[in-house]
């Protein structure tokens, strides 16, 4: 069983993953705001070099050689994505979140990695295999990827549209009546949508669609693990923008391993 551990620097805390133990990374907390990746990659591995993004809830994964190009070509001091894959060692490559699934991955044979920003429309788009899908064309094995998803809002208290639910559900069933994958994901074990009284409205657990989305590619439960926190429920650690309606956000970053 993968377990989740709290860390303290300089007083703040942040949490770890054991499935990722291979790999400098962290889950960071609001107490860190403002403090940018540059900042938290010191915390991490100070000689790594830092990638981040604008996100922009679509599905595009980035490289850093294709992050530099986009800066670099479009005059704009980020890359719009919402993945980052790693190519070499000591990479650290972070994305940010309030309420989204941060997603971190981990390769055990190439120690490359891929830190992944999941809301609902990302996920809709299936963002985590699409960054998956470029760590294998980079090489990685399904079955060497580790995969840990960080702390978001709850399927519980994330209430959302009916229509919303059909977007993120078709990744899942296929099926073109908006009613009829609602009903396909009520009917699933352990079930991603939970009845809402409020009529048109369900609650949607975001980061149990990805789990499904990486079974259906192949992925095992022992290669998963998910954070046992939720941002709206834990104000005391995590913003939450369901609950503060702030653009205030927590950063979660790994870094690049070498070879042994």
């Known amino acids: ?23 400098h990374h962290g889950f960071f907390t609001q107490q860190f705001w403002p403090r940018s990746p540059q900042e938290l990659t ?64 981990g390769d055990v044979t190439t120690k490359q990695v891929a830190a992944v920003h999941a809301g609902w429309r990302g996920t809709a788009a299936k963002i985590v295999p699409q960054a998956i899908a470029r760590l294998q064309a980079q090489g990685s094995k399904l079955d060497d990827l580790r995969i840990a998803m960080g702390p978001a809002i709850a399927g519980e208290v994330y209430q959302v549209s009916v229509d919303v639910a059909a977007k993120i559900g078709s990744s899942i069933v296929s099926h073109e009546d908006e009613q009829k994958i609602v009903n396909a994901l009520h009917e699933l074990p352990n079930s991603p949508l939970l009845l809402d009284p409020n009529p048109g409205k369900v609650k949607l657990d975001v980061r149990r669609v990805n789990v499904l989305q990486l079974e259906n590619l192949g992925i095992s439960a022992e290669q998963l693990a998910i954070a046992p926190y939720c941002t709206f429920q834990t104000p005391d650690h995590f913003f939450s923008y369901r609950r503060e309606q702030e653009k205030k956000v927590q950063w979660s970053g790994i870094v690049s391993g070498k070879i042994s």
């Open 1 to 23: 069983m993968h377990t989740w551990h709290w860390h303290n620097w300089q007083g703040l805390p942040y949490l770890s993953c054991s499935l990722l133990e291979h790999w």
């Open 42 to 105: 010191n915390v991490l591995h100070p000689e790594a070099s830092v990638y981040r993004l604008k996100q922009v809830h679509g599905n595009t994964v980035l490289t850093p050689q294709e992050v530099d190009h986009q800066v670099s070509t479009l005059e704009d001091d980020l890359a719009s994505a919402d993945g980052l894959i790693s190519q070499q060692p000591l990479q650290a490559v972070w994305v940010a979140s309030a309420d989204c699934t941060p997603v971190l991955i």
